[in-house]
């Protein structure tokens, strides 16, 4: 291991930036290169591009889902949500909440809404075993490409069509 960080929390950190990863995917966002090698005030990284593979309904809420993913897939991991571990995507989701409602009420039930439907992406076997996949590959290597991620996300699809 090339850091200091607990072992479980090295395994949090590949669950929290697969989670970004497949969630990216989802929408249709390009993945570059997911890594746990931390930097800065990061314990790992999800790069993606600016554009989409597949125009999305809605580019913001798009952004948000992406943006709650790293929570949610280390809650599904660990049983709890790490609010520090997230802060900084918190922080960006809240801002873009904000954008969206114009008060505080209303961006707190869309936050509420976004990382509920996260779960549900989540939720589906094909999502959360390509989540398993590149949490795995993070672990063995630290870092993958996104076409690797692509790759492994594209393979849990394929075995949920034969197990379905």
């Not at 409602?101 to 992406?121: F, M, S, W, Y």
């Not at 692509?150 to 393979?155: A, G, T, V």
Request: charged content about 25%.
């Amino acid at each position: 291991m090339s850091s200091s960080r607990q072992p479980d929390q090295r395994i949090l950190t590949a669950y929290h930036e697969a989670g970004h990863a497949v969630i990216a995917i989802v929408v249709g966002r390009p993945v570059n290169k997911v890594s746990i090698v931390p930097g800065g005030n990061r314990l790992g990284t999800c790069k993606m591009s600016k554009g989409r593979k597949k125009a999305s309904q809605d580019a913001l809420e798009a952004e948000l889902l992406i943006l709650l993913a790293g929570l949610a897939a280390e809650g599904r991991k660990s049983g709890r949500y790490n609010m520090q571990g997230a802060a900084q995507d918190l922080r960006n989701a809240e801002k873009l909440a904000q954008f969206r409602a114009g008060n505080p009420g209303q961006a707190e039930k869309i936050l509420k809404r976004t990382l509920d439907k996260v779960h549900h992406l989540f939720d589906q076997s094909a999502n959360w075993a390509a989540t398993k996949s590149i949490a795995e590959a993070l672990l063995a290597s630290e870092s993958i490409s996104g076409r690797e991620a692509d790759h492994l996300y594209r393979i849990a699809v394929e075995q949920g069509k034969k197990n379905g």
